[in-house]
């Protein structure tokens, strides 16, 4: 079978799908990969690195029309209309935006896989695409924002004096907002941190940092079964709301993650906590694509708001294209392994595996006349089984009557006997 590594056509996008560590694997897989021309060169690898890997460079149509397609973000209408009838698609899909994708991917005939949709389990954490990227998301943006910032992270004792250790607050302590975390504490920042999760608390403070949350009973069960922050009540936010903003007018670094698969980025810092910073101060706003944890904060931007340095970047894991690349990539070959069947030299779509279940897209459904012909059925079933049992039962009780009536007839004859007498 072949594999197409299309080069992806988002302007902010510079990862590839495939390195070539990864390449040499799916070819000992059995596989003939073919990679579009300089469709690796943003994340500095080139054709002849992919060449020497036993990969093909091909054109955008040929690796389109590839058995499976490796994708790093959704493909264009274009793109999909490139794909063959009976293709496989792996890819980020944006599952729960309303771009149009499941339709566009059934009227193709192409089955494709949504890798944000890998469910969180043990088995799966090799091909958990959403951490391998986000951990790199909360390193940059540490990185951006030391870059934005006019003063140093670390306290610095010189004879010119004592330059303090900037403060640095981050907001959402799941997989970015840790290492975002760590990264600022290796940086010499003061961190605190702040999430509604209560097994954050924990994380945070293993990393050195300071725990801030108004921890009541809704804090306590503030966590979905997947790992997920669930959306709070007003009057938490509320309580929180207050509780950041008198911590936020203290902090020289900002760094919000806080996103809920589905649904629009929760506002976390207001206009008028960004007008309580300090001058020079920096945020960076990593749910921007989702509208922003800071309704200030503008896509693909930098801007300056009440003093304050608002850093928007879009995807920001791009802008570390190379080592990206390799996660993806990794995260893409194991999630492929776990459906190859080697033997039969093909996908093996197996339902009753939750990764495979839980990651198709779109979802396979069945038609309304087998869903009317499987309810007849089982209709008709119930009411066999019904008449069956009423029929047993009636066959018991009558038995059990004859039985009951047995002694009694008996008696009655003994009784005129001894009457007789």
């Given at each position: 079978?072949?594999?197409g590594?299309?080069?992806?056509?988002?302007?902010?996008?510079?990862?590839?799908?495939?390195?070539?560590?990864?390449?040499?694997?799916?070819?000992?897989?059995?596989?003939?990969?073919?990679?579009?021309k300089?469709?690796?060169?943003?994340?500095?690898?080139?054709?002849?690195?992919?060449t020497?890997?036993?990969?093909?460079?091909?054109?955008?149509?040929?690796?389109?029309?590839?058995?499976?397609?490796?994708?790093?973000?959704?493909?264009?209408?274009?793109?999909?209309?490139?794909?063959?009838?009976?293709?496989?698609?792996?890819?980020?899909?944006?599952?729960?935006?309303?771009?149009?994708?499941?339709?566009?991917?059934?009227?193709?005939?192409?089955?494709?896989?949504?890798?944000?949709?890998?469910?969180?389990?043990?088995?799966?954490?090799?091909?958990?695409?959403?951490?391998?990227?986000?951990?790199?998301?909360?390193?940059?943006?540490?990185?951006?924002?030391?870059?934005?910032?006019?003063?140093?992270?670390?306290?610095?004792?010189?004879?010119?004096?004592?330059?303090?250790?900037?403060?640095?607050?981050?907001?959402?302590?799941?997989?970015?907002?840790?290492?975002?975390i760590?990264?600022?504490?290796?940086?010499g920042?003061?961190?605190?941190?702040?999430?509604?999760?209560?097994?954050?608390?924990?994380?945070?403070?293993?990393?050195?940092?300071?725990?801030?949350?108004?921890?009541?009973?809704?804090?306590?069960?503030?966590?979905?079964?997947?790992?997920?922050?669930?959306?709070?009540?007003?009057?938490?936010?509320?309580k929180?709301?207050?509780?950041?903003?008198?911590?936020?007018?203290?902090?020289?670094?900002?760094?919000?993650?806080?996103?809920?698969?589905?649904?629009?980025?929760?506002?976390?810092?207001?206009?008028?906590?960004?007008?309580?910073?300090?001058?020079?101060?920096?945020?960076v706003?990593?749910?921007?694509?989702?509208?922003?944890?800071?309704?200030?904060?503008?896509?693909?931007?930098?801007?300056?708001?009440?003093?304050?340095h608002?850093?928007?970047?879009?995807?920001?894991?791009?802008?570390?294209?190379?080592?990206?690349?390799?996660?993806?990539?990794?995260?893409?070959?194991?999630?492929?392994?776990?459906?190859w069947?080697?033997?039969?030299?093909?996908?093996?779509?197996?339902?009753?595996?939750?990764?495979?279940?839980?990651?198709?897209?779109?979802?396979?459904?069945?038609?309304?006349a087998?869903?009317?012909?499987k309810?007849?059925?089982?209709?008709?079933?119930k009411?066999?089984?019904?008449?069956?049992?009423?029929?047993?039962?009636?066959?018991?009780?009558?038995?059990?009557?004859?039985?009951?009536?047995?002694?009694?007839?008996?008696?009655?004859?003994?009784?005129?006997?001894?009457?007789?007498?």
């Amino acid at each position: 079978m072949k594999i197409g590594i299309p080069k992806e056509t988002r302007p902010d996008e510079a990862r590839v799908a495939a390195v070539p560590e990864t390449i040499k694997k799916l070819i000992a897989m059995g596989f003939d990969v073919m990679v579009e021309k300089g469709a690796g060169e943003a994340a500095s690898i080139s054709d002849d690195a992919m060449t020497g890997a036993g990969a093909s460079v091909v054109s955008t149509a040929d690796a389109f029309a590839a058995d499976i397609v490796f994708k790093v973000r959704p493909p264009s209408a274009d793109e999909v209309k490139k794909m063959a009838k009976g293709a496989t698609l792996i890819s980020l899909m944006e599952p729960y935006s309303d771009n149009g994708m499941a339709d566009l991917l059934t009227k193709q005939g192409v089955q494709g896989f949504a890798l944000e949709m890998v469910p969180r389990i043990t088995r799966a954490q090799s091909m958990d695409v959403l951490s391998s990227q986000s951990n790199l998301a909360g390193y940059r943006a540490v990185l951006e924002a030391s870059a934005v910032y006019g003063r140093a992270f670390p306290m610095m004792m010189t004879a010119a004096g004592t330059v303090p250790p900037a403060k640095a607050l981050v907001m959402g302590a799941g997989v970015a907002g840790l290492q975002a975390i760590a990264t600022a504490r290796r940086l010499g920042a003061v961190v605190s941190a702040t999430d509604v999760r209560p097994a954050a608390k924990e994380q945070v403070e293993s990393l050195g940092g300071k725990f801030v949350a108004v921890e009541d009973d809704e804090f306590k069960a503030a966590e979905t079964s997947g790992g997920y922050a669930k959306e709070m009540s007003a009057a938490y936010q509320a309580k929180q709301a207050q509780l950041i903003a008198d911590t936020i007018a203290n902090q020289d670094i900002v760094i919000t993650t806080a996103l809920i698969p589905g649904r629009a980025a929760p506002v976390l810092v207001t206009e008028d906590m960004v007008k309580s910073m300090k001058d020079g101060a920096v945020i960076v706003d990593l749910a921007v694509e989702q509208g922003g944890n800071c309704p200030l904060s503008e896509a693909g931007k930098v801007v300056t708001k009440h003093g304050v340095h608002i850093i928007g970047y879009t995807n920001i894991q791009a802008r570390l294209p190379e080592v990206a690349s390799s996660l993806y990539a990794k995260n893409l070959l194991n999630f492929i392994t776990n459906m190859w069947d080697a033997d039969a030299g093909k996908l093996k779509l197996d339902l009753e595996d939750e990764i495979i279940a839980e990651s198709l897209f779109p979802k396979k459904t069945k038609p309304a006349a087998a869903k009317s012909a499987k309810k007849s059925t089982t209709t008709s079933a119930k009411k066999v089984a019904k008449k069956a049992a009423k029929k047993v039962a009636k066959k018991a009780t009558k038995k059990a009557a004859k039985k009951a009536a047995k002694p009694q007839a008996k008696s009655q004859a003994k009784l005129k006997t001894a009457g007789g007498a």
